[in-house]
C-alpha cells in the first residue's frame, strides 16, 4: 500500500475542486485500514473518501485521506422472501443497484444512479423518489479510528434520519465504514407514486411493471433532469429540504400560495429548498466559473475552475437570502471540508 504526498483530489470529488491531500492512500481491506490506522502519527488528521460526490473541498487536506476500495458482494443468508447481502464499502452504489435488479432482487430500484460507494449510503440515509437507504438496510461494520476495532451498527445504531445518521453527528469523524449488509426482498412491492415515475413508465410503454422498468424509469428521470457531474462539477443537492412546523408552512402559503411542501412527521412539513431558491431569484445565476444550475436551483455548480471557498460564500449567500425572505435556515446537505 503505497503513501502518496500532497496528492491532487482534483479527479477524486464531483464538483471538481482543485485541492490536495498532504497524504493519501488506498485502502482494499480492513488488514490495510488497520495498518494505516496503526503508522499514523498521533492526532494527524484522517479524511475518508468514497466517490467524493457529496462533499465540497475548500482547502488543501491536511493528515491523511483515505480512499476506501473495499470491494466484494456476498449472499449472506436467505428466507422464502427475503436475502441478505452485504457489499465492501468500496462498491460503487449503481452497480450495487444493478447488481439487485439482474438478480430480481428489490428494495433498491428507486435509488438507481445515485452516485459514490456504498460505504456512504448509510452517512445521510441515501434517498431518492420516495425510498431511504434505511428501508433495505440491516447492519454495516465499521472499523472505530481510534482503536482500529471492527464493531457492528444495527439499524437502530444507525439513528437514521432525513438525509442523516449517527456518522453525520455523535459519531461524526469516528468510524470507517467497511461493509453494508441490506435486506432485499424477493417479492417485491414496487413504489411508484412519487414524481414523475408512473408518467416515465407510461411513455416507456411499460404494460408489466417490474424492478428493472422502475429502475429504468428513475435512471431516465434523472438523466435528463440532473446535471452530471462529468460535464459540470456539482455535488447534487447542495442543501437539505428544510422541514418546519405546520403552522410555519400555513402562514408562509399565505404569503406564497405556490409554496411547495410535504407532509414530514407529526406536525411538520417538509419544504422543497429548490423552490425557494428558485424564488428568490438565484437559479442560473452564475459568477465567473462557479453559480447555481439552471435547470436545478437545489445544485450549485463549478463550470470550470472554482474554487470550495467561492462555492462554500455562494452557499453562504443563498442561506442568508433564504432566511431573510421565507424565515427559514437552509442547513448544508454536502459535507463541506
Ligand atoms: P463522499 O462524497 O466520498 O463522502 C461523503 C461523506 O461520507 C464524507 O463525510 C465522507 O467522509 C463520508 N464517507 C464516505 N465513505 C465513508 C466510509 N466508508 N466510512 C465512513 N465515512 C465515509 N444523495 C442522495 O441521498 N440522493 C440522491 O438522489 C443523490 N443524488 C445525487 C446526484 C448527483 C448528480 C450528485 C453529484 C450527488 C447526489 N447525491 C445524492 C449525493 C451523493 O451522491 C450521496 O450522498 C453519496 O452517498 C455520496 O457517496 P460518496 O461515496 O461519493 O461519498
Ligand atoms: P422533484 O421530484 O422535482 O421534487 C422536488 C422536491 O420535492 C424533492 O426534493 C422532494 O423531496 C420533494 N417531493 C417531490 N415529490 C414528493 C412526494 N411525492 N413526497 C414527498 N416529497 C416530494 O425533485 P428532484 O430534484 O428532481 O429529485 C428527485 C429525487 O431525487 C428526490 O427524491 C431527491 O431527493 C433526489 N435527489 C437527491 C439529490 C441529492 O444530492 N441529495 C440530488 C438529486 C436528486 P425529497 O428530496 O425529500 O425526496
Known amino acids: 500500500m503505497e503513501i502518496l504526498k500532497n496528492y491532487s483530489l ?4 464531483t464538483f471538481g475542486i482543485d485541492a490536495s491531500a498532504e497524504a493519501f492512500a488506498i485502502i482494499s481491506s480492513i488488514d490495510e485500514l488497520q495498518e494505516l ?24 487536506l491536511p493528515g491523511l485521506t483515505i480512499l476506501n476500495s473495499i470491494t466484494g458482494i456476498e449472499h449472506l443468508s436467505q428466507s422464502e422472501d427475503h436475502v441478505l447481502i452485504k457489499s465492501g464499502a468500496g462498491e460503487v452504489w449503481h452497480e450495487f443497484v444493478m447488481y439487485c435488479i439482474a438478480r430480481d432482487l428489490a428494495g433498491v430500484e428507486n435509488l438507481s444512479l445515485i452516485p459514490g460507494r456504498v460505504g456512504a449510503a448509510p452517512m445521510q440515509n441515501i434517498g431518492a423518489y420516495g425510498i431511504e437507504l434505511k428501508e433495505v438496510f440491516h447492519s454495516l461494520e465499521a472499523v472505530e479510528i481510534n482503536s ?23 459519531n461524526k469523524g469516528q468510524y470507517v465504514i467497511v461493509s453494508v449488509t441490506m435486506k432485499l426482498s424477493k417479492k417485491p412491492s414496487l413504489n411508484t407514486s412519487y414524481g414523475a ?8 410503454g411499460v404494460d408489466n411493471l417490474s424492478i428493472a422498468a422502475v429502475s429504468q424509469a428513475v435512471i431516465n428521470i434523472r438523466s435528463s433532469k440532473l446535471p452530471d457531474p462529468a460535464v459540470i462539477g456539482n455535488a447534487g443537492s447542495f442543501f ?10 400555513d402562514s408562509l402559503k399565505k404569503q406564497f400560495p405556490e409554496l411547495v411542501s410535504y407532509p414530514a412527521e407529526a406536525g411538520m412539513m417538509k419544504v422543497a ?5 428558485d424564488q428568490a431569484g438565484w437559479k442560473g445565476k452564475r459568477i465567473g466559473d462557479y453559480g447555481v444550475h ?10 470550470g475552475s472554482a474554487s470550495g471557498s467561492q ?13 431573510k425572505k421565507f424565515g427559514i435556515r437552509l442547513e448544508p446537505e454536502v459535507n463541506i471540508w
Open 37 to 60: 490506522l496503526e503508522i499514523r502519527t498521533a492526532k494527524k488528521q484522517i479524511n475518508i473518501l468514497g466517490g467524493g460526490s457529496n462533499i465540497l473541498l475548500t482547502q488543501d
Open 273 to 277: 429548498a429548490g423552490w425557494l431558491i
Open 197 to 204: 415515475i408512473n408518467q416515465e413508465l407510461e411513455a416507456m
Open 10 to 13: 482534483k479527479s477524486h470529488n
Open 240 to 249: 437539505k429540504n428544510p422541514v418546519i412546523e405546520t403552522s410555519q408552512a
Open 148 to 170: 482500529g476495532e471492527v464493531v457492528t451498527f444495527d439499524k437502530s445504531a444507525c439513528d437514521f434520519g432525513y438525509r442523516s445518521s449517527t456518522f453525520k453527528k455523535e
Open 311 to 323: 462555492i462554500r460564500d455562494l452557499s453562504a449567500q443563498i442561506q442568508a437570502d433564504i432566511e
Open 294 to 303: 439552471d435547470k436545478q436551483a437545489l445544485v450549485l455548480v463549478n463550470h
